[in-house]
């Protein structure tokens, strides 16, 4: 596991990582510039005022609506790739 507390650091780690899995708090509309939709399969997010609706409907798009589910309250930032 490793833990990140720069955007860099995020950034590089994600690159690396390629995640397929994801559990995030907000998303907003730079989405793409952390996560490749390409390896993106499903996401837990929060579907408070933090999100872009634009990015949310962007991913639905993209990876399906049975692939995006909505958590009230979500807090934390989870990215499972398999690197």
């Not at 509309?29 to 390896?39: E, L």
């Not at 996401?43 to 409907?57: W, Y």
Request: with cysteine; net charge positive.
């Amino acid at each position: 596991m490793k833990i990140c507390s720069k955007a860099a650091q995020l950034r590089n780690a994600l690159k690396k990582i390629k995640p397929s899995k994801i559990a995030v708090a907000f998303v907003g509309d730079g989405w793409k510039r952390y996560v490749s939709p390409a390896n993106l399969q499903e996401i837990v997010l929060s579907p408070t005022l933090g999100s872009n609706p634009k990015a949310i409907e962007e991913i639905m798009d993209m990876i399906g609506p049975s692939n995006v589910y909505f958590l009230d309250n979500l807090h934390s930032k989870i990215y499972l790739g398999k690197e």
